[in-house]
Nanobody, 123 residues
């Protein structure tokens, strides 16, 4: 099993930056991909970004490309999401996720999930 714990959420103003962290524990050697998803009130959980655990290949949703950057520090079993130029539409609960199979944007492909961290962007 793998446990994921997010941190770094908060209340910011439009245009500000925020960095989320996700630390993995447990059987981390089995992980292939780490990702961030988000869920706004009344909406489906959507893909934000992903990174290969063993490399540096990344994947982004079009809505965040150029503003958000995903990175990882394997020595600390931690993945980061640097969010710049935040917009009110980025307001959501952000979830860290991990899978043991494939690089994917699909929620169902992910085996492990964190509890989520709230990001609120005010205008």
């Amino acid at each position: 099993q793998v446990q994921l714990a997010e941190s770094g959420g908060g209340l910011v103003q439009a245009g500000d930056s925020l960095r989320l962290s996700c630390t993995a524990s447990g059987r981390t050697f089995s992980l292939v991909v780490m990702a961030w998803f988000r869920q706004a009130p009344g909406k489906e959980r959507e893909f934000v970004a992903a990174i290969r655990w063993g490399g540096s290949t990344t994947l982004y949703a079009d809505s965040v490309k150029g503003r958000f950057t995903i990175s990882r520090d394997k020595s600390k079993n931690t993945v980061f999401l640097q969010m710049n130029g935040l917009k009110t539409e980025d307001t959501a609960v952000y979830y860290c996720a991990a899978n043991r199979r494939a690089f994917s944007r699909v929620r169902a492909e992910y085996d492990y999930w964190g509890q989520g961290t709230q990001v609120t962007v005010s205008s």
